[in-house]
């Protein structure tokens, strides 16, 4: 062997060390960082193993106890359980079985219905479901009903066991049914918001689209015969500003289709007013993709031409800014109007007064800000009587209810 090929070798078998000594190195890293207290521990990794799979169980319940989410959410439960099979009954029946105990659903779910109707668990054993086939691994389980809180049930969860039933299944299973119950609350809550969210929609437009569909027409019926093609661009301008406001569909909107339609708007009223009305515009082109809640700035310019300036002799001013702020957007709508008293910003809105139906308008798009964003991004007036007034929101740029609830 030649001194090049003994070399080698050499250089092959301390390369070959090296690796064992780094993988050696390796595995004694990681079993002393086992080793190390407050790492992780049995109870934390159970810890992290419940809490993990209680959000991907929680994500599917937030569309409510239907099929399609208990379907997502049947595998997830089982294992919360240890059970060998698991049920998720509603009013209806069945919704979703995972695991043993699919060829005895017709007991199960007269089980779970016996359940639902009484709001009262039951323990099944052998009697209740006998069974022809020689491999049968069911022999036990327990249904528990769902809650829905205040009184009534919404459905029923079904523990499937392959060996008489424990009392540290019914446990789980009960404190499991509560989780869910919880869920479940938590998905009507937001549904309710929505609702609640597309009713004081329907109010805005109930409580502005009357004066300004009388205005807009008696000023566009001052120029059918004075100039005609002025009126026909003036009643294209407010069918498509009644389209905008009256549309069917989204929540949300952009803050560029907001303006748009706020310029319909305006165009409408300075037929009205004349040179009166002045608008100024400042508009940063970085935020007009920013989404927003729909007919959100809308109101605040309507208001600033109804209740600042049709009251003001001479020239009244209306300016909109939308500023680029980092991580959000920044919007004003100011008039130089005659303004209005604070204090009835504080008090009930339901006094007959030009300022108690503003008041109505400023409260319903800040309660839907906050509903959307949170309490820190609501409505902010300044005004005072014969000082104009000015309102101020912060929209975030991005934020997931916008992308969840938008409508296209």
């Given at each position: 062997m030649t001194i090049d090929a003994v070399r080698a070798n050499l250089s092959a078998a301390l390369a070959v060390l090296a690796l064992l000594a780094a993988l050696v190195g390796a595995v004694w890293a990681v079993l002393r960082l086992r080793a190390r207290p407050g790492i992780a521990t049995a109870a934390q990794r159970a810890t992290y193993e419940v809490l993990h799979i209680g959000a991907l169980a929680a994500e599917p319940l937030q569309a409510g106890l239907t099929a399609a989410a208990a379907g997502k959410a049947v595998r997830h439960l089982r294992t919360l359980t240890g059970a060998v099979g698991f049920a998720i009954a509603s009013?209806?029946?069945?919704?979703?079985?995972?695991?043993?105990?699919?060829?005895?659903?017709?007991?199960?779910?007269?089980?779970?219905?016996?359940?639902?109707?009484?709001?009262?668990?039951?323990?099944?054993?052998?009697?209740?479901?006998?069974?022809d086939l020689v491999d049968c691994a069911v022999r036990g389980g327990i249904v528990v009903p769902i809650d829905r809180g205040g009184g009534g049930t919404q459905g029923a969860l079904v523990a499937i066991s392959d060996r008489p039933v424990v009392p540290g299944l019914v446990q789980a299973t009960v404190e499991t049914a509560r989780w869910v119950a919880a869920q479940l609350a938590l998905a009507e809550l937001d549904s309710s918001r929505a609702r609640l969210a597309r009713a004081e929609v329907r109010a805005l437009r109930a409580q502005i689209s009357p004066h300004f569909i009388y205005n807009a027409l008696t000023a566009i019926a001052s120029f059918v015969r004075t100039d005609p093609e002025r009126a026909r661009e003036l009643i294209l301008e407010f069918a498509e500003f009644t389209r905008?406001?009256?549309?069917?569909?989204?929540?949300?909107?952009?803050?560029?289709?907001?303006?748009?339609?706020?310029?319909?708007?305006?165009?409408?009223?300075?037929?009205?007013?004349?040179?009166?009305?002045?608008?100024?515009?400042?508009?940063?082109?970085?935020?007009?993709?920013?989404?927003?809640?729909?007919?959100?700035?809308?109101?605040?310019?309507?208001?600033?031409?109804?209740?600042?300036?049709?009251?003001?002799?001479?020239?009244?001013?209306?300016?909109?800014?939308?500023?680029?702020?980092g991580a959000e957007c920044h919007i004003t709508v100011e008039d130089d109007g005659v303004g209005m008293d604070p204090s009835v910003l504080g008090g009930p809105a339901g006094e007959d007064t030009v300022e108690a139906g503003q008041h109505v308008g400023l409260s319903n798009v800040d309660d839907r800000l906050r509903s959307v964003f949170g309490d820190e991004f609501g409505l902010v007036v300044e005004t005072a009587p014969g000082a104009g007034t000015k309102v101020s929101m912060r929209i975030p740029k991005f934020h997931p209810a916008v992308r969840a609830r938008s409508g296209g």
């Open positions: 009013t209806d029946g069945i919704l979703a079985l995972d695991g043993e105990g699919d060829h005895h659903r017709a007991q199960l779910a007269a089980a779970a219905a016996k359940v639902v109707a009484t709001g009262r668990s039951v323990v099944l054993g052998t009697p209740e479901l006998p069974c905008y406001s009256f549309r069917a569909h989204g929540e949300f909107t952009t803050l560029a289709e907001e303006l748009r339609s706020i310029d319909r708007y305006l165009t409408i009223e300075r037929a009205r007013f004349g040179e009166r009305l002045q608008v100024r515009l400042q508009i940063a082109p970085e935020v007009l993709p920013v989404g927003l809640p729909f007919l959100c700035l809308q109101p605040l310019v309507e208001n600033a031409v109804r209740h600042g300036l049709s009251r003001k002799p001479g020239v009244g001013m209306v300016s909109i800014i939308a500023r680029d702020a």
